[in-house]
């Protein structure tokens, strides 16, 4: 039986858990080694405590483990119309390699839907890439569905998208 708890981060632990978020993804695109801290991270209480935005922690015995944000769409990816529609885009799920195929990952995201469905967001959105192992097809089995993938051979940014409403 799994042991982690699944919370909101307590303003006592923004530091701990934006260490967490950055090393993790530092650590997935070596390329931002060198990079600010993005602003959401940046003014994680903000963003995320005090706004409609929603962040989630697991923890083991007290050890933090894993974590999942969502955050309203942004319209920057201009082939993809959410006008007029309540859109959030699921961000920065990182889970600790040791804790990885035992559902956590599934389980936090669970919960972040039904924090999305409480607060009446009609459609979930991300974007992943290819060259992250088993992204896509993680995303697939939580109900997502590729609506784009762009013409980049680098990045092929893959655009997902769930639908809450009805």
Known sequence: MPNWIIQSPSRTAVGEVVAFVDNARRELFP??????????????????LDGEE????????????AAIGYLPYDHRFKQLDYQGKHVVEVVRLFVLPEYRRHGLAAALFAALRDQAIDAGVECLYLHTHPFLPGAI????????????????PVWQTTHMEQSLAG
């Open 31 to 48: 390329v931002l080694a060198n990079a600010p801290l993005p602003n959401d991270l940046a003014h994680f209480e903000a963003t995320y």
């Open 54 to 65: 929603c962040f989630l922690e697991a923890r083991d015995q007290g050890r933090l483990i």
């Open 137 to 152: 097809r993680f995303w697939e089995r939580q109900g997502f569905a590729v609506i784009d993938v762009e013409d980049d």
